[in-house]
């Protein structure tokens, strides 16, 4: 599972970071999107985003009145460049 942090300003968009996400494998749940409050975030490093966002729409589904939403980003993490798709839930 993805570690949930929080007060991770959601970015406007500027156009298209300079990574590339790799494809991931398939598999069970991975996202704990039912312990996500409004606000809060995790980065996925590992899967690209057309997979990430079908995720998110499948969870909308499960959850019915929450809304999630996915951007590349690239941040800076523990010295180290990392590319990856982050997903905020809005309500």
């Known amino acids: 599972m ?3 942090e929080h007060d991770i300003p959601l970015p406007t968009p500027k156009g298209k970071p300079h990574c590339r996400i790799r494809k991931g494998r398939k598999g069970g749940r991975v996202y704990n ?3 996500m409050e409004v606000g809060d975030s ?9 997979t990430v966002t079908s995720a998110c729409n499948a969870a909308e ?3 019915p009145g ?3 939403i996915t951007r590349k ?4 993490r523990g010295g180290a460049l990392v590319c990856g798709i982050r997903v905020w839930r809005l309500r």
């Open 61 to 63: 589904h499960r959850f």
């Open 73 to 76: 980003v690239r941040e800076v």
């Open 2 to 4: 993805y570690a949930i």
């Open 42 to 50: 995790f980065l996925v490093t590992d899967r690209d985003q057309l």
């Open 33 to 35: 999107f039912e312990a």
């Open 66 to 68: 929450r809304q999630y």
